[in-house]
């Protein structure tokens, strides 16, 4: 007989989202339960994988290297063709899921982020505005603990100031980047972090060991580190690791999830969980993924939620682009992350003609990319000189932008491939449009203007367009007022079905070009609220 | 033609030169010695690209060590031994840390393979923050304003 456990809330997914919506709940004394399908890391396994990564001179070394892919990371496949680009996920398995390595950037979106269809023409509204959004994204800053200044003349309102002061900026930003910035008429500002910049709720200010994967300070926030170990202490939540949700089960209506159906991953036994509510967090593309696999004889057969077709709808990411400055001076250090950034082009571009972006530079002596470009740099005809490359390494910086997409892309099932379960995984066809590529073109001609502003001795190309790592996989659950328009609403639940509510970057409608972290973790605490008042 | 090989082929020392003294574990090589192996000829690539002074001989014995342990060595071991060979016609047996290499001598293949290596060991961190005298990964340096001094 297969083992029974029962809760009132079933939260799938042990990520930032479902760690803070639980994280909430858990005073209402509710019985909560937590499964992932990763496993709970140490401390020591951290130091362990910084230690490895030593010896072994892995400089990408990350938490889910020694996974059984086929397990726990299935792989997300592509199709290639016109506009058609290879996607990839950086996504993480286990408590505390991708923020265990996030960079912990936490801009917040802009109003108009949300109402890009109305203003704009392209991609899809937000069902809520950024003004129902804003003292949820302030509450988040506040539990994930967020180090910034107020000093952006980008943002859009903000009802209170970050809980910590912002890192103060490099030698870099102050005595080069600024200037050259200005120059083009653009403002450089703090970068909000969620690292320490001051010691905050019981964690250290950040120690500039510039390992931040593996921070050996806990002065990046990580869930598994600061709201894991409290709902530990609470005896009405129940966290699982090492455990696999394979589908939903419906009622013979189809409107109310019965159980979920999951697979201990050390034992292959199977476990049914009876629960009130369910709450799926499980990411960008399990999201989606889950429903599709649950899908029902009945209005669900499509997946659940899929009554208007909009299930894997609006897939989207962000394109990371990056180029190399040699600045012909030493640019002096960076703390493991860029101390300023600017938000100028997420509000000062025509947004019909273009993307918006992020911008953000900073000494470059741990950006691995330069190894390759010192080294063409350093060939002078047939002469490579050595004594060239190393001279130019303390002088090298970066500059990157994170681009806004249109969201085309589509997240479907590949039945011609199966994990090790005999479910189809999860595809990624992802469309990068003419409009997408203009970010591109933005970046070729301002960075040849910023290098000449820094007095930099070389600039390299910019880096093709592409959606590199697959940082921030959203959309293919979007929140909308209505079935036709997208998979849940404007609360989370999805639609048809009465119990079930979704919390990840797959419910945006649309993302700007700002990380989406903070988001997320509003919607979650906005979800909590919203469970709370309607128990 | 050594002439010719000669101007084509500039290879200066640095002026760290200096002996490596355990030459059999680190792969000095001996013009004389025709049965250098791959990996020891490898060893001496690392440290003639490399960025290690004579002072850190050991720090660059422990990187290479684990380069050749972990799988990064695997394109370069078969060009290995026929690269250092054609370099070693104008170093010492001793040298590391050259200034600059000419390409022009090299069979195109093996330049191709000796640019690789050298955007391969400057891609590391570790490699890098030892050019830039910055402490190792993961380091704590105690100081959140550690960045905001200005360079040496």
Known sequence: MNEEIKADYCIVGGGIAGILLASKLVATGKKILILDQGPRFTEKDRADFLSKSKEDLNDFADYNDNVDSGVVTPLSSAKSGDLVVEWTNYRLFGIGGTALHFEGLMMRPIEEDMRVKTNYGYSRDWPISYSELEPWLLEAEYEIGVSGNDDNPYASSKSGPYPMPGHPFSYFDSEILAPALKKTGITGHSCPRAVNSVPYRGRSACQACRACKFCPTGARYSPDRVHVPILEKHDNVKILENISVRKLETNSKGDKINAAHAIRLQDKSEVVIVAKNFIVAMGGVETPRMLLLSANNGIHKHGLGNMGGQLGVGFNDHDNLYVTFDAARPVGRRLGYETMVSDHFRKHINRIEQPTFTMYASPAMDWFPIGNEATTWSRHGNIVSLEDLRDSLPNMATLSIMTESEGRGILELDIENLDSYGDPIAKVTMKLTEWDRKAYSKLVELAPELAEAMSAKKVSEVSPPGFGLGYHPSGATAMAKNPDEGVCDENLKVFGVENLYLVSNSVFPHMGSNPPTLTIAALALRLAAHLEAAK | ?152
């Open chain 2, 1 to 152: 033609m050594e002439n010719i090989t000669r101007r084509k082929f500039v290879i200066q020392s640095s002026k760290l030169l200096a002996f490596l003294p355990i030459a059999g574990a680190v792969g000095c090589f001996s013009n004389t010695d025709s049965k250098l192996s791959p990996e020891d000829s490898l060893k001496r690539l690392i440290y003639i690209v490399g960025p290690w002074t004579v002072a850190d001989k050991l720090t660059a014995e422990n990187f290479a060590k684990r380069f050749l342990q972990t799988g990064h060595a695997d394109p370069y071991l078969p060009k290995s031994v026929k690269l250092i060979q054609s370099l070693t016609k104008e170093l010492s047996e001793e040298t590391i840390a050259v200034k600059e290499i000419g390409l022009d001598s090299i069979p195109e293949e093996e330049q191709e393979i000796l640019l690789n290596l050298t955007k391969q060991l400057y891609s590391f961190v570790e490699v890098r923050f030892y050019v830039s005298n910055e402490p190792p990964w993961g380091e704590c340096q105690g100081n959140p304003k550690w960045h905001t001094r200005i360079p040496e």
